[in-house]
């Protein structure tokens, strides 16, 4: 198995420690133990390791795409990080770089995140992330944040649960680093079933939502058109969805015709004039990002390729190695300063992206990427799979399957 190394940005905001699997050192990380329900760990040959953030889905149940590092050791105090450390992980000066975008994007507009269960410490959790890096306050008191259940309650929310919490705080940290202007709405279904987060998804559209980000997926079904036009079909709407962390392999509503389906890449730091480096995710045959042919939803009209027949997965994409992950603060579940991964990552990124352009003027926003393929960084390198055609699983020069046409270059390929 092999691991992307992990690069600094400097010296001083990048301090990691790996540590090797089983060690003392392990017990210095600044994590929670896992679910017990969730999947093993993975591990690479240098002792790094991660483990799935939500429980292996049983059926009719979809599953967060969070993969959360267990073996980073963080500067930490009980009070939050120690003097003169930063968090490990990209912070959002980092993801701001890679992609060419605005320090203060997302003005005006409200992006929503929709996830199981509910996080009691979402809104504290934010604070501190957006304070740590110096973003606007977003609270419920100045009425940037607005936590609420599947049917808009604001005090009957769903029962708590600490894997999805580290899916909720990693949401709203992304959107708060790529959009700190953005109002934000989290949505928190009942259950992980499609229903109650397709539900959901609607609810977020009703409260005003023009961009809204789905960090889940599960196995398709003969049933996925249906859902489509009960859930996703929403013109005027930004909805984006994860790609999966599984390697080649499709799931929903990535799927979904009407969604833009966000792949996974690995982010370097680069000596080259962009000064970042990109290649497809994949840590191994059975986890990196997802990609290839939709067995149910019919290929929207503005997707070209030949090697399916039905849609196409993904789009576009945005980092979600953990080797390379990215700064969250997550208490319920967690102790304080995490690095997370998985296509998890990039689906608010580029909801949020999404933001920083403005109020969609297409019906179907992921058109937009398709219009503007020299718009974006064109991933070309690393691969998940051996598959036929090569493309939809192998990195290459214009659009492939692990990262779509390619990931932010500024946002000309996400405006009409």
Not at 10 to 21: D, K, P, V, W
Not at 24 to 29: E, N, Q, T, V
Not at 218 to 225: H, I, K, N, T, V
Not at 386 to 410: H, K, V
Request: glycine content about 10%; charged content about 10%; proline content about 6%.
């Amino acid at each position: 198995m092999r691991l992307a190394t992990f690069t600094p940005t400097s010296a001083t905001s990048r301090r990691i420690a790996i540590a090797l699997a089983g060690t003392a050192s392990l017990a210095l990380s600044a994590f929670a133990a896992a679910p017990a329900d969730a999947a093993p760990l993975t591990s690479s040959h240098d002792g790094s390791s991660w483990v799935r953030s939500c429980a292996v889905p049983t059926a009719g149940q979809m599953a967060c795409d969070a993969l959360r590092v267990t073996s980073v050791v963080q500067h930490v105090s009980p009070l939050g990080i120690s003097a003169n450390a930063t968090p490990s992980g990209y912070g959002p000066s980092d993801l701001r770089s890679a992609y060419n975008l605005p320090a203060n994007g997302g003005a005006g507009q409200t992006v929503a995140i929709v996830d199981a269960y509910n996080d009691p410490s979402a809104a504290s959790d934010l604070a501190v992330y957006r304070a740590q890096y110096g973003l606007p306050a977003c609270t419920t008191a100045n009425g940037c944040f607005k936590q609420v259940s599947q049917t808009g309650s604001t005090t009957s929310l769903p029962t708590n649960n600490s894997g999805w919490a580290g899916e909720i705080s990693l949401d709203l940290d992304m959107v708060s680093a790529i959009a700190p202007n953005a109002h934000i709405i989290l949505v928190e279904a009942k259950s992980a079933t499609t229903a109650n987060l397709g539900t959901a998804v609607n609810e977020a559209v009703k409260l005003g939502a023009k961009f809204v980000s789905n960090s889940y997926g599960g196995s398709e079904s003969s049933s996925d058109p249906s859902y489509d036009t009960s859930y996703y079909n929403h013109p005027g709407v930004a909805i984006t969805a994860s790609s999966g962390d599984g390697g080649y392999g499709v799931e929903y509503p990535a799927a979904s015709r009407y969604v833009t389906a966000v792949g996974g890449t690995s982010l370097n730091k680069a000596s080259n004039s962009r000064g970042w480096s990109e290649s497809a995710w994949s840590t191994s045959s059975t986890e990196g990002a997802g990609s290839g042919c939709s067995a149910y939803d019919a290929k929207p009209t503005w997707q070209k390729d030949t090697g399916c027949s039905k849609r196409t997965v993904a789009d576009v994409s945005a980092v979600a190695d953990p080797a390379t992950g990215v700064a969250v603060y997550q208490t319920y579940g967690g102790s304080g300063w995490n690095v997370y991964g998985g296509t998890s990552v990039a689906s608010p990124i580029i909801a949020a992206v999404y933001a920083d352009a403005g109020a969609p003027s297409a019906s179907y926003p992921a058109a937009d990427a398709y219009a503007h393929p020299s718009a974006l960084w064109d991933v070309t390198t690393g691969s998940t799979a051996t598959c036929s055609p090569s493309y939809l699983c192998t990195a290459g020069p214009g659009y492939d399957g692990p990262t779509g046409l390619g990931t932010p270059d500024g946002l000309a390929a996400f405006t009409g």
